[in-house]
């Protein structure tokens, strides 16, 4: 049976949210715990998980700031720790329209490298999702004016519905974020706390369910396309 749902993870990278690094944020910490309860929800349910990893040459500053971030090679551009499932793959950074056949049937994440922030501009990336029947994205990560806001107009543009996770978002782009909100919102994005997403039962097979499913769970539904 297709996965109903699948988390898209933009940049859960160590210079955003681990102290020291190069846009560390306050309260990045407190995201990155949401970020980790939704990593715990896509294990514990099957979820399928699609995640980008910034990857900027060395001696070249990043798309998000006027300081060096995630620079390939160090510590500050490593994914987050409990953001990596055990069975992953990582495409790296290769931009070319190939994919291993039946990719999120023997993976449940997979891992894209980029230079770039739209994931769209990814051309593994943009297969994989655009060949997706309809399914709905929870999206969460750094760059809430940059990745999270093309990630999601480009999938309500492909006809997915799509939640936000708004606490397991991260603003780095304090004056843009205003204006990015309104732009998601425009496009028909749901936004979502992490407790009402991880709360929420996706389509499981019913044997799965009633062995796994604890009792009293409430069901978050998504509001029919207008």
């Given at each position: 049976?297709?996965?109903?749902?699948?988390?898209?993870?933009?940049?859960?990278?160590?210079d955003f949210?681990?102290?020291?690094?190069?846009?560390?944020?306050?309260?990045?910490?407190?995201?990155?715990?949401?970020?980790?309860?939704?990593?715990?929800?896509?294990?514990?349910?099957r979820i399928?998980?699609?995640?980008?990893?910034?990857?900027?040459?060395?001696?070249?500053?990043?798309?998000?700031?006027?300081?060096?971030?995630?620079?390939?090679?160090?510590?500050?551009?490593?994914?987050?720790?409990?953001?990596?499932?055990?069975?992953?793959?990582?495409?790296?950074?290769?931009?070319?329209?190939?994919?291993?056949?039946?990719?999120?049937?023997?993976?449940?994440?997979?891992?894209?490298?980029?230079?770039?922030?739209?994931?769209?501009?990814?051309?593994?990336?943009?297969?994989?999702?655009?060949?997706?029947?309809?399914?709905?994205?929870?999206?969460?990560?750094?760059?809430?004016?940059?990745?999270?806001?093309?990630?999601?107009?480009?999938?309500?543009?492909?006809?997915?519905?799509?939640?936000?996770?708004?606490?397991?978002?991260?603003?780095?782009?304090?004056?843009?974020?205003?204006?990015?909100?309104?732009?998601?919102?425009?496009?028909?994005?749901?936004?979502?706390?992490?407790?009402?997403?991880?709360?929420?039962?996706?389509?499981?097979?019913?044997?799965?369910?009633?062995?796994?499913?604890?009792?009293?769970?409430?069901?978050?539904?998504?509001?029919?396309?207008?």
């Amino acid at each position: 049976m297709p996965p109903d749902r699948i988390l898209l993870d933009i940049e859960s990278q160590r210079d955003f949210f681990r102290p020291g690094g190069s846009l560390y944020r306050p309260g990045a910490a407190k995201i990155a715990r949401q970020i980790y309860r939704l990593f715990a929800w896509a294990r514990a349910w099957r979820i399928p998980v699609i995640s980008t990893v910034l990857r900027v040459r060395l001696g070249e500053v990043g798309p998000l700031a006027a300081v060096p971030h995630c620079v390939e090679g160090t510590d500050g551009e490593r994914k987050l720790p409990r953001t990596i499932l055990p069975q992953h793959i990582n495409l790296g950074l290769r931009n070319t329209t190939d994919l291993p056949a039946h990719i999120l049937e023997h993976h449940q994440q997979v891992i894209f490298e980029k230079r770039f922030t739209d994931i769209f501009a990814h051309l593994r990336a943009e297969r994989l999702i655009t060949e997706l029947p309809p399914v709905t994205f929870v999206l969460c990560g750094a760059g809430l004016a940059h990745g999270i806001l093309r990630a999601a107009v480009g999938l309500r543009a492909r006809g997915m519905d799509v939640i936000l996770a708004e606490d397991a978002s991260l603003d780095i782009d304090a004056e843009a974020a205003g204006m990015a909100r309104r732009r998601i919102r425009a496009k028909g994005v749901l936004f979502a706390s992490t407790d009402e997403i991880v709360a929420s039962a996706p389509r499981v097979p019913r044997r799965r369910l009633l062995a796994s499913q604890p009792a009293g769970r409430q069901t978050f539904c998504i509001p029919p396309k207008k």
